[in-house]
């Protein structure tokens, strides 16, 4: 049996955020998590970015758990829309996206976005003077919980 | 040498060569500056960021009864109203009443004077809400209507202050939290470095002396046309020059007024600066006659040629004190990574270069077609000869 590398973004609800689900996942099953990013505050929707490891049955196992104990799981790239039309190109997010989701071209200046990089850290949505970065996707981010 | 006239004559004849300001870089490059300024006759600058200091002219037309506007307001936001009857002037930055601002958290700054303008450009109604004091000549004293730009008897653009010649760079040096600026948000130690400038693409920095933009130059203004009206407010030609001539922090300034009805969304954009405020980008473009070999060298001035001051925007610039705490190129910020206080800081901008090329393309198409001819100044810009300079303002009262 192969293993398998999955990269996940989690919504933990209020209510969920005070339980160490991640830990009882990984006590429960055989997987490596690794957090690449998280903002988890009391009583407030938490969100993390992270990519589970382990044999195929495992990390399947990990999410149904995660899933059945009230966390949304969502494919990542799905935190964040960009509005072609309402970006003018001046690459402030790609100054400060930190993982480099945010590119800008050094062909014609161009700001381009790799959803798979983006850890919907949110302040690319600050960042943007045009409004053309918008919390949005699977989770329905508000942009208070960025 | 040649004349604006000359070179207006070609235009007219479809024998003009105009290039960008990106060629011209390669042309002088390659050909030397003696050959581009006999074989090139324009080059096209471009600019694009947000430039605070705009703002809008409108005359609403007289209702029935007439009013003397006291007091208006365009989608919420406060227009000036102290002119004649039905004349408003709507700041770029004007903010719509009601915007919490800063009191609980960086402000969003969702609204303001830029946003309306650039609805009017999109075609949207506006509404209009004013009062009147009621006189004999203008009996109202309330007005709520819509507007649009068809309906309006004039809507002009009228920014005070833009195409700033340079501008400084700025960092957080000394807040432990990332502050929030109007070169925006500003991580500590320093963590990042905000810049503000299209750089070799930009308008004065291809002409540093104002050889040939002053009063009555005709520009590429938000996407249609537009005059440089004299020096923007803080024009300061004095600050210190490298060997090129480049102004090594922010210098001179353009004021400029152009037909809003022909400008494009594109180019006149709202913008909201968390924590800071609302604001409008605006899009320009200058054509630069060549008129001899001194113009074909400041024309090809390069990224590398063109340094700017490192400021602390945590504590130096609020206080208006400090000195700069360095200085770097153009082709370093560009490069998305720049050394401050001796650590690699990434690069911000604020200044989008696509639509600066862009801007210079669309001149250069303009100019080639014919629809675009160049104007030489009535009067120039104030030089450094002159000695002018900002004055900064010491608060007194009356005894």
């Keep these: 049996m192969s293993g398998v590398t999955k990269t996940v973004l989690l919504e933990f609800p209020p209510d969920q955020v005070g339980k160490p689900l991640v830990s009882r996942a990984v006590r429960g099953f055989e997987v490596e998590i690794n957090i690449l990013h998280a903002r988890i505050s009391p009583s407030e929707v938490g969100r ?30 799905e935190g964040l829309a960009l509005d072609e039309e309402l970006c003018t190109h001046c690459g402030a997010c790609a100054g400060l996206c930190p993982t480099g989701a945010f590119t800008v071209s050094r062909e014609d200046w161009k700001v381009a976005l790799d959803m798979t990089r983006c850890i919907a850290c949110g302040i690319c949505v600050e960042a943007c003077p045009y409004g053309a970065v918008t919390p949005g996707g699977a989770f329905g981010f508000t942009e208070a919980g960025l | 040498m040649k004349s604006v006239e000359e070179i207006n004559t070609r235009i007219r004849e479809g024998r003009a ?30 600019t694009f960021a947000p430039m605070c200091s705009s703002g809008a002219l409108f005359n609403i037309g007289h209702p029935s009864p007439r009013i003397k506007l006291k007091t208006a307001t365009l989608n919420g936001v406060p227009a000036h109203a102290g002119l004649a009857a039905v004349d408003l002037f709507l700041g770029a930055t004007s903010l719509r009443e009601g915007d919490p601002g800063n009191s609980a958290g960086p402000g969003r700054f969702a609204y303001g004077g830029g946003h309306v303008i650039e609805d009017l450009l999109r075609g949207r109604e506006v509404e209009l809400r004013a009062t009147g004091h009621g006189t004999d000549c203008y009996p109202a004293r309330e007005l709520r209507t819509l507007i649009s730009l068809g309906s309006l008897t004039d809507a002009v653009l009228l920014n005070p202050r833009n195409c700033y010649q340079n501008y400084s760079v700025a960092v957080n040096a000394r807040s432990r939290r990332p502050i929030h600026t109007y070169m925006g948000i500003l991580q500590p130690g320093p963590g990042n470095a905000a810049y503000c400038s299209a750089g070799e693409l930009s308008p004065l920095l291809n002409d540093p002396f104002y050889r040939t933009i002053g009063l009555g130059t005709r520009i590429f203004l938000g996407g249609g046309k537009g005059y440089v009206t004299g020096h923007g407010t803080q024009h300061s030609p004095c600050v210190a020059r490298n060997g090129r001539g480049i102004p090594l922090g922010g210098s001179g300034t353009l004021s400029v007024t152009g037909d809003l009805r022909g400008m494009s969304p594109e180019f006149v954009r709202g913008v909201s600066i968390r924590g800071y405020g609302a604001s409008l980008a605006v899009g320009i473009g200058v054509p630069i006659p060549v008129l001899d070999e001194e113009m074909a060298f400041f024309t090809s001035v390069r990224n590398r040629d063109i340094s700017a001051p490192v ?9 208006r004190s400090g ?77």
Aim: hydrophobic content about 40%.
């Design chain 2, 311 to 319: 400021m602390d925007y945590s504590r130096d610039y609020p206080d």
């Design chain 1, 48 to 77: 993390m970015l992270a990519v589970v490891e382990g044999e195929e049955p495992e990390v399947e196992g990990t999410l149904d758990f995660l899933s059945s104990s009230g966390v949304r799981i969502a494919p990542p790239g």
């Design chain 2, 17 to 46: 060569v105009v290039v960008t300001a990106a060629e011209m870089k390669c042309i002088v490059e390659t050909e030397g500056t003696r050959a581009a300024a006999e074989r090139v006759d324009v080059v096209t600058t471009g």
């Design chain 2, 323 to 399: 000195e700069p705490l360095g200085h770097v190129t153009y082709e370093e910020l560009r490069s998305g990574r720049v050394v401050v206080c001796g650590r690699e800081v990434r690069t911000v901008p604020l200044s989008s270069l696509h639509q600066a090329g862009r801007i210079a393309a669309i001149l250069k198409d303009r100019i080639l077609e014919g629809s675009f001819l160049l104007s030489a100044p009535v009067e120039p810009l104030p030089g450094p000869d002159p000695g002018m300079c900002t004055i900064p303002l010491s608060p007194r009262l009356r005894a």
